[in-house]
């Protein structure tokens, strides 16, 4: 019978010590990589490789946001959107998607650029935060545009041309300090509520900034040359007396010097018209009688 052998013990033995000297060896390394990355210096660590859509590295300090109504994640970058309606965004911004006008990292929440008010919601995803900013920059470009010269047209251009510059053609008290200052206000988007929706919104829907269309095609110009005739208009009824001032004027500013001179002659037809009613009552009452 032959004796047992010791073979598999042999092998047990010599990967338990194998075993036991390459632990050791791993935790060295491991130390000394922890060591180097801790205390390598500035040279060295500006080697590292950047990280995927250049995200910047976490802060150092915890920088706390109040006032945060809603946020939103991407795959880089983060934004919240503040109580008051602006946006800050921060993290990677290789594609522009904080918003700062930059493709720096922001490891900080940054405002976003021409969006400090009147954001209701925000939304991220991988370059999504762009396109929106994009979108909303491209609205207020022609909401702006619309702000200034949202009521130009040819026939503002023609009652314009020969305007008195005096205060009834500026705001009331004092008048315009040019033609094209004169120009510059009456082709500007100012909503008045004496002129109705329909010219209000004329601007607007013109810009193709409205989701659906308020009036027909056909009536948005005729809509923005009504208004330019009937300030002219209403200009000059002032200047002749027939009105104490221009509609869209505050009651504070002082009325016509002419509509003053004219009071005299306005008391009088109010009274001939009172005897005019007054006949025309009396000769009813004595038919029915």
């Not at 869209?248 to 005299?264: C, F, Q, Y």
């Not at 037809?269 to 009688?289: C, D, N």
Request: hydrophobic letters at 40%; charged letters at 25%.
């Amino acid at each position: 019978m032959q004796p047992v052998t010791s073979v598999p013990i042999e092998r047990t033995t010599h990967l338990q010590s194998r075993t036991v000297w390459f632990i050791p060896l791993l935790l060295g390394l491991l130390i000394a990589l922890a060591l180097w990355l801790n205390w390598s210096p500035p040279a060295a660590q500006a080697q590292k490789p950047a990280m995927p859509g250049n995200a910047p590295s976490l802060p150092q300090e915890f920088v706390p946001l109040g006032g945060i109504a809603q946020v939103a994640a991407g795959d880089w970058h983060t934004c919240a959107l503040t109580v008051g309606g602006g946006v800050l965004c921060w993290g990677g911004n290789r594609w522009g998607q904080v918003g700062d006008g930059t493709t720096d990292g922001r490891s900080t929440p940054t405002a976003v650029i021409g969006l400090d008010s009147g954001v209701q919601a925000i939304a991220a995803g991988f370059q999504h935060t762009n396109t929106l900013i994009q979108e909303l920059e491209e609205f207020a470009r022609r909401l702006r545009q619309v702000e200034e010269t949202g009521f130009a047209c040819p026939e503002l251009d023609a009652s314009l041309a020969d305007e008195a510059l005096d205060r009834w053609a500026g705001d009331g008290v004092f008048p315009p300090a040019s033609r094209g200052e004169l120009h510059a206000q009456e082709a500007a988007w100012q909503v008045d509520i004496n002129d109705g929706v329909r010219v209000n919104i004329t601007p607007v829907q013109a810009a193709g900034l409205l989701a659906g269309d308020v009036l027909a095609k056909k009536d948005v110009s005729k809509a923005i040359a009504d208004r330019a005739r009937w300030r002219s208009d209403e200009r000059r009824w002032v200047r002749a007396g027939k009105l104490p001032r221009c509609g869209w004027l505050g009651e504070s500013v002082l009325e016509s010097p002419r509509w003053t001179e004219l009071a005299p002659e306005r008391e009088k037809e109010r009274v001939r018209l009172e005897e005019k009613r007054a006949k025309v009552l009396a000769e009813l009452g004595a038919r029915e009688t």
